[in-house]
């Protein structure tokens, strides 16, 4: 049977505005089971007709029948299960994968197939028995003879059961005995039925040839049959020439594999791919939990205005030096007289700390003074106990409400309840009746660190003031705020006894501006924080994407093997995406930590708030698998397109 039929068969190389023609117009027939020999001088086509039969190139013009089949017809995919299945490659030189054992590149073509992985590993122990090599698979390559590597290459090309093998001057880089050795099992395996197709130049090789070819200026100029030989090779008629399809979990776990290795391999590649992505994904990572903190602490904060709708009247200086001193009379003045107005308190407090004494133990802290509606104004609540009332307000009622941090200072327990208890407020005994639930502190302002009694208790019995330093008051939901605000200055400056041009002897703060600027600084921050730790991540994904090409160029030969021993365009855009993503999610988890970690530290020197997410760790994980995903395809599509000779003989 006719397994490889050609007529005028042409090859011109296109260089940039040269044509080359190498080949004029080829005719040859090899039948199964020959051992043909090619010969000729330097230059005159060999390699060229060798590798256009072993379908790593295409002919420019002409037909080429595989097994009776019109090879032009086919895809490149087609091409490449073809190689993968039916042919074997030997080449001078070697092209062994120089990071693998010489186990693993002589199992290498299995990959591209649906064989299983125990098959392949016995088979490879197999054909490295049968070229002398089992006591050399775990060598690299390079701690190999050149025999020896040639060996391994011979067994590679075996692992498929190949019918045709193609040797292009396998013994080119061999001293005689390897040589001899070498043509001996290229010999055998002709034994067994499979195709011998062999470049050399040297005569003496081609005595187990049973048809010589000599090739002069890219023509045929003798096709000698030496000796009869044909096989009929019973897997031959098994076989039909076409694509097979395996299964993507394992053509993904093959992919991964190969991307472990391949990383593994180049460590230092590796490391400096990681680097960079680390960097950006840390940073992301430390912005969010600074943003978050942040966020945390100015929600905190608007929760601590208390309810919506409410106006912070507070003294202030105007031009002239005045300023208004507010009284407890101005609190059902502005109630009674301003409409609007659902609730007004009153409050004031002693700047300077506190001595409080209970069981001789002392604590500074914040006395305030305010109105029973206050609590609620503020939205403090209640853990134990209760707050005091009105009436409680109007009789001067010894009693106070503690915050957390004053119950661990004066009882060394925050959770112990005091109601009940007294404590000496400047040497006058007050009865604690409240605990208020933990606010929590936020950098240097500690929330629970206040004792809050009645408003005229602290004005008449405490302070020895009747000047207010605040009050709070709340409008209706359906009142204009502004006309509310602007109502309650007039008011003021009625009841004082001031002109119209002091307005600024006092201040009305709407609590609801203050709410959305916090608001819209955290907006403002989130949107800086993260375009930086964007910029920083998109950085990272341009390294990768420069290491990936010049991976791609470093390993084009690889790349050039793998599609010679059947990897498709999509294998290799998988192995190299694959690579590229595997790299990023390894930075994406280094980064993680270190940017958790740094936060961490940063956030406890300067003092701030952190607060790392789920989300914002799910988050960061994810887009640097993006970003390998995204700046790895331009790579590995350039890996994925690469003419298998072409990149076969890139230097
Ligand atoms: N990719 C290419 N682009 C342009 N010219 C090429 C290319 N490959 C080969 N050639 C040219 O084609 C001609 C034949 O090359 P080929 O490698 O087939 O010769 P050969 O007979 O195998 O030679 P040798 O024995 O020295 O390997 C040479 O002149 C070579 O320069």
Redesign the pocket.
Known sequence: MKVIEIKNLK?T???EKLD?P??HGVNLEITQGEFVAIM????????????ILGLLDKPSEGSYKLAGIETSNYSNNELAALRNCYLGFIF?QFNLLPKLTILENVSLPAIYTDSKDKETFRDSLKLLDMVGLSERIKHRPSEVSGGQQQRAAIARSLINKPLIIFA??PTGNLDTKSSKEIIKILEDLNNTGITIIM?T?EAELTACATKIVK?QD?LIISDKKIAEKSSSNPVFQKKTFKHKTFSLVRKFRDYFKEASRSLLGNKMRSILSVLGIMMGVASLIAMSAIVNGAKRGIAKDIANLGKPDILLVVPSCSQNNTYIKLNIDDIDDLKKNVSGIRTVSGGCYQREQLNIATNSKNCNTMLIGVSAVYADLKNYYISDGRFFTETENREKKKVAVLGKTVIKKLYGDENFNPTGKYIKINRTDFQVIGVLQAKGSREWRDEDNKVIIPLNTALYRTFGTKELEFMDVQVNEDADITKVSESIIKRLLFMHRLPATERNAVRVINMNEIKKTLSSATRTFTYLFGSIAFISLLIGGIGIMNIMFVSVSERTKEIGLRKAIGANNADILFQFIIESVFVCCIGGIIGILFGSGLSVITGKFAGWAIYITPFSIGFAFCFSGLIGLTFGVWPARKAALLNP??AL?HD
């Open positions: 090859k190389y296109r260089l080359v190498v080949l000729g001088q330097s230059g005159s086509g060999k390699s060229t007709l060798l590798n001078q292009d001057e470049v130049h090739i890219g000779i072409d003989r």
